[in-house]
């Protein structure tokens, strides 16, 4: 058997006749933290539950078979302080969750059920945010391996503000259609390795974060290490932003697949956010039956004030603090197929432009029976359909080897405002 100091068997007196199984989690986790830290071991079988708190040096071990499902009476939830999309708010706690904890893990082969359908029905009516299903916030020493996790309320897997962070061999699965059910988001974390990891989920599907305007106290998203996973649905594979205002930096992704997501590697902001995405690799990836391999959109005009001025006017605006840019990012060895609207997107700000960007070796084949879909989210634009690279406000772009097959029009659609190299 698994080497463990509590069985949460020892503590079924607390259980409410095996219905309710919180209080004997929070007697389970006292006791442990009594003892300086320890495991503890959940057997095979269905343990019905709100929210549970780890504290340092603990690790929650689920054997096979063993399920954890979260009630979803959210009044009953303690509220706690976390940010949500930048803003710091009330929030029912998240089901499995830390809070300045160090050495502090969730491993086995069980399975958590967020049981999410209430809050996503419910989701403009629920007096506070939504549950995380994993978060821990300000923690060293993450370690989360080999557990499924299934219909999260919101975001399933949320680092926020942590150091040496380790996700691997863990398997995500939320409803295509539930909303925000994004997979993985490191937020404002240092030193990130998610491996062999299979997300299946409504939103995207690994996002890297690092906070708004709005957000005090902004923090970078950094060193971050990607490879070996499969992701399928969402609105993207490998997102970055837009809360992206502590700056994104130092990430690597390679050996990865995706499949059926709206959009491949996806970098996305505008105005008022400041910060940088910078010094970024993607190589070796696989995508199929995509909207939009790659997109780097600086006119987002998705969540609050959307629809403010700045957000979309295509004049220049003075450069400050708060200007966003996009830079230094290598592409190479993407195959995508079957691609329905078109085969990259690059949209820079009329006064800070995207630039520095390599894409070598890279093959891109065109779905001319696919139905017209938007790249990406902004105002004034019309749906493509099995268009080409579409490039505007863009510096010192390199095309090394890139083929593009089938577009409906031209291969590349810019104007003068775009500095591109072809090398063949």
Request: glycine letters at 8%; charged letters at 20%; proline letters at 4%.
């Amino acid at each position: 058997m698994f080497s463990h100091d509590l069985n949460i068997l020892e503590f079924e007196e607390h259980s409410s006749e095996g219905k309710d199984w919180t209080a004997a989690f929070q007697k389970a986790v006292s006791r442990l933290e009594e003892k300086g830290g320890g495991t503890l071991y959940v057997p095979a079988g269905v343990y019905s539950t709100r929210s549970i708190e780890l504290k340092s040096h603990i690790t929650l071990y689920l054997d096979s078979g063993a399920v954890l499902e979260f009630k979803d009476d959210y009044e009953n939830y303690p509220l706690t302080d976390v940010e949500f999309e930048g803003v710091v708010g009330k929030m029912y706690r998240p089901l499995i969750f830390a809070d300045h904890a160090t050495q502090v893990s969730v491993i086995g082969n069980g399975c958590l059920n967020g049981n999410g359908g209430r809050a996503w029905r419910e989701i403009k009516t629920l007096p506070y945010n939504r549950p995380y299903l994993i978060c821990f916030q300000y923690c060293s020493g993450v370690r989360i391996e080999h557990i499924t996790l299934i219909n999260s309320p919101v975001w399933t897997i949320h680092p926020l503000y942590c150091d040496n962070v380790l996700v691997h061999g863990v398997t995500i699965k939320n409803p295509v259609d539930s909303p925000n059910t994004d997979g993985i988001n490191p937020n404002s974390c240092r030193n990130v390795r998610i491996s062999d990891c299979f997300i299946d989920v409504g939103d995207d599907c690994i996002a890297m974060k690092a906070g708004t305007e709005q957000t005090p106290g902004r923090r970078p998203c950094e060193n971050i290490t990607i490879t070996n996973c499969n992701m399928i649905h969402g609105h993207g594979g490998i997102v970055i932003g837009s809360e992206m205002s502590g700056s994104i930096r130092n990430v690597t992704v390679s050996n990865c697949m995706f499949q059926n997501t709206d959009r491949g590697i996806r970098l996305k902001t505008r105005r008022k956010r400041g910060g940088a995405m910078e010094f970024l690799t993607f190589n070796n990836i696989i995508m199929n039956n995509v909207l939009c391999p790659f997109v780097f959109n600086m006119y987002y005009c998705c969540g609050a004030n959307e629809q403010d001025r700045h957000v979309w006017e295509k004049t220049a605006y003075p450069v400050d603090e708060g200007t966003p840019r996009i830079r230094n990012i290598l592409i190479s060895n993407v195959m995508a197929t079957n691609v329905s609207a078109a085969a990259g997107f690059m949209y820079g700000l009329a006064e800070q432009y995207v630039e520095n960007i390599t894409f070598s070796n890279c093959s891109i084949s065109m779905d001319g029976e696919g139905e017209a879909g938007m790249p990406d989210m902004l105002t004034h634009m019309d749906p493509m359909k099995a268009e080409g690279f579409f490039l505007r406000n863009a510096r010192n772009i390199v095309f090394n080897n890139v083929r593009i097959y089938g577009a409906a029009n031209k291969e590349i659609d810019m104007d003068a405002t775009v500095e591109l190299r072809i090398q063949d």
